[in-house]
T-cell receptor, first 109, second 117 residues
Framework: DAKTTQPTSMDCAEGRAANLPCNHS???????VYWYRQIHSQGPQYIIH???NNETNEMASLIITEDRKSSTLILPHATLRDTAVYYC??????????FGTGTSLTVIP | DVKVTQSSRYLVKRTGEKVFLECVQD?????MFWYRQDPGLGLRLIYF???????EKGDIPEGYSVSREKKERFSLILESASTNQTSMYLC????????????????FGSGTQLSVL
């Protein structure tokens, strides 16, 4: 499975959009991009996933570049409750999800 | 909602003890996973199981074993606990993947913080 690279930490003002980048330059054609987040002292929670097209759900939007080598998770109006560690993962088989250290997002009042 | 339940939130054991961490899921999922999480290292896969009595090693299986006698239950066993196994342990489950829709989601329990003294 392809590896991912994410910034260690980011800050975002409350009410503004949070844009979390992820590089996955070795992704193969049929690997999906997944995003999870982990709020302190809880298990990770699924946010969104996609293959080629941009995706949107009630939590976030996922923008995948045309060459699929990078993606951006967008939280359109960040709240204090969005403070968490965000993990970007790529997976082919779906049976081995390799989590890195993620991006620690702090939403500032 | 899918529920993944881990039997203990906090656990304190002595070096050399045999430790059982239990995980139960209620969604008839085929796949179950055990991860450990340590500061600065992220989540690392210990073992996973894709069916009853089936298991596969993850990245760091040494010092651990697993048991899957029933579909809904996946146990992690530390045969002889050591201090370097002090960690947060996370269980997860997932239905068979079909590369479309929600089947690919991993659902996590709340974790067990294990301290080995």
């Amino acid at each position: 499975d392809a590896k991912t690279t994410q910034p260690t930490s980011m800050d975002c003002a409350e009410g503004r959009a949070a844009n979390l980048p992820c590089n996955h330059s070795t992704i193969s054609g049929n690997e999906y991009v997944y995003w999870y987040r982990q709020i302190h002292s809880q298990g990770p929670q699924y946010i969104i996933h996609g293959l080629k097209n941009n995706e949107t759900n009630e939590m976030a939007s996922l923008i995948i570049t045309e060459d699929r080598k990078s993606s951006t998770l967008i939280l359109p109006h960040a709240t204090l409750r969005d403070t968490a560690v965000y993990y970007c993962i790529v997976s082919l088989t779906g049976n081995q999800f390799y989590f890195g250290t993620g991006t620690s997002l702090t939403v500032i009042p | 909602d899918v529920k993944v339940t881990q039997s203990s939130r906090y656990l304190v054991k002595r070096t050399g003890e045999k430790v059982f961490l239990e995980c139960v899921q209620d969604m008839d999922h085929e796949n179950m996973f055990w991860y450990r999480q340590d500061p600065g290292l992220g989540l690392r896969l210990i073992y996973f199981s894709y069916d009853v009595k089936m298991k596969e090693k993850g990245d760091i299986p040494e010092g651990y074993s697993v048991s899957r006698e029933k579909k809904e239950r996946f146990s992690l066993i530390l045969e002889s606990a050591s201090t370097n196994q002090t960690s947060m342990y996370l269980c997860a489950s997932k239905a068979h993947g079909t590369f479309s829709g929600k089947e690919e989601k991993l659902f996590f329990g709340s974790g067990t913080q294990l301290s080995v003294l």
